[in-house]
């Protein structure tokens, strides 16, 4: 099992829905998670972080946390074309001393116009 | 204020060739880690430090050594390339505050071993 799941997608929407992207974690001890967004052939680009259960909003992005069902999600509201990417879920797992970032593979995002 | 920055952007190796790709971070951030992504894999960490002076493994190290030269420099070191290398990587830092682990990333360099 991998530490950090996603559906590789793609998902498909069409432009002014609402998408829903899912990861689930296995270590039922980590704190901390993160969306971040990348486009083709450049960087991961930060866009959310939910530190505790519950919802977390931000613009047209809200990220939801589950820590009893070990599930992370992000929802974009109203998808424009400009969110078509790769979304990845990331998790700070108990302190190795690393601090480091245990990533999902990754959903690709296609948004249609 | 750059961010993080790479270099170079791109490279092409033979196999038994040696190359560091060079990263530097302007936001005095104290820990700084070395990603690789290859397609279906996610990000892998393949060195980090957490402090100047200090290094230490990550998930796939093996092949890659690392000098934090000091606070804004990290390099990655391929002493001799190897085809399964090919890969995008990535260099990222991380704010100084215990609580704080959002990573900022640079923006790759794509290395492709023949």
């Known amino acids: 099992q991998k530490e950090v799941e996603q559906n590789s997608g793609p998902l498909s929407v069409p432009e002014g829905a609402i998408a829903s992207l899912n990861c689930t974690y296995s270590?039922?001890?980590?704190?901390?998670f993160f969306w971040y967004r990348q486009y083709s052939g450049k960087s991961p680009e930060l866009i959310m972080s939910i530190y505790s259960n519950g919802d977390k909003e931000d613009g047209r992005f809200t990220a939801q946390l589950n820590k009893a069902s070990q599930y992370v999600s992000l929802l974009i509201r109203d998808s424009q074309p400009s969110d078509s990417a790769t979304y990845l879920c990331?998790?700070?797992?108990?302190?190795?001393?690393?601090?480091?970032?245990?990533f999902g593979s990754g959903t690709r995002l296609q948004v249609q116009p | 204020n750059a961010g993080v920055t790479q270099t170079p952007k791109f490279q092409v190796l033979k196999t038994g060739q040696s190359m560091t790709l060079q990263c530097a971070q302007d936001?005095?951030?104290?820990?700084m880690y070395w990603y690789r992504q290859d397609p279906g894999m996610g990000l892998r960490l393949i060195y980090y430090s957490a402090s100047e002076g200090t290094t230490d493994k990550g998930e796939v190290p093996n092949g890659y050594n690392v000098s934090r030269l000091n606070k804004r420099e990290f390099s990655l070191r391929l002493e001799s390339a190897a085809p399964s290398q090919t890969s995008v990587y990535f260099c990222a830092s991380r704010t100084h505050h215990d609580t704080d682990y959002e990573q900022y990333f640079g923006p790759g360099t794509r290395l492709t071993v023949t």
């Open positions: 270590d039922r001890v980590s704190q901390s």
């Open positions: 936001m005095n951030h104290n820990s």
């Open positions: 990331a998790v700070k797992k108990p302190d190795t001393g690393r601090r480091a970032l245990t």
